[in-house]
């Protein structure tokens, strides 16, 4: 979940959705001014961070519509909380 959320982008996101409700992919990438492929892309993490959920809807002139809404979340910062992700980080290896 920290990781998902260590992207200005995905923060902003993340605020868009939840002053502004749900939304469908091209309408969000236009509120934030980042290209749609980019916007699938931190969507995507924000998904399987359990951030976001998106249902895919058909608009009445049958355009495959897919909404996204920010998931009811909460996330208590603790030293415990540190430690447990600090063990799933990567190191490189020094040169």
Known sequence: ?????DNPHRLRIIA???SGG???VS??????GISRPLLHLHLQKL???GLVT???ELSSDGKALNYFEV????FELTPAAIAKAANSL???PEK
């Open 54 to 56: 998106s249902r895919l």
């Open 16 to 18: 868009a959705l939840t």
């Open 71 to 74: 998931s009811n979340f909460g």
């Open 90 to 92: 990567t190191t490189k």
């Open 27 to 32: 309408q969000l990438a236009r509120e934030i």
């Open 1 to 5: 979940m920290l990781s998902a959320l």
């Open 22 to 24: 749900r939304n469908y």
């Open 47 to 49: 998904e399987e961070a």
